[in-house]
């Protein structure tokens, strides 16, 4: 017997996708946060900071963009019922 094209299927499938996808937000924001984090150290800890092409692209700006991914993701609200 074939469970294929169910609606409760269908709704299940679509309610495990909406958290992964929330997951996946959520593991980015962290991975955000630790690349600012890192660069942030290696300013105090480096006499004069890294060098001026790892603040322009990996820095902060990586770090930030990486988080607003991440929320934009983690922020998705449940799909609604058609």
Not at 46 to 70: A, S
């Amino acid at each position: 017997m074939m469970t294929k094209n169910l609606p409760h299927d269908d709704a299940a499938e679509s309610y495990r996708r909406h958290r992964r996808l929330i997951r996946t937000g959520q593991v980015l924001m962290i991975v955000g946060v630790l690349v600012a984090l890192s660069h942030w150290i290696a300013h105090i800890t480096i006499n004069g900071g890294p060098p001026v092409i790892q603040d322009l692209l990996i820095g902060y700006p990586t770090g930030g963009g990486i988080i607003v991914l991440g929320a934009i993701l983690a922020g998705r609200t449940m799909p609604k019922k058609r």
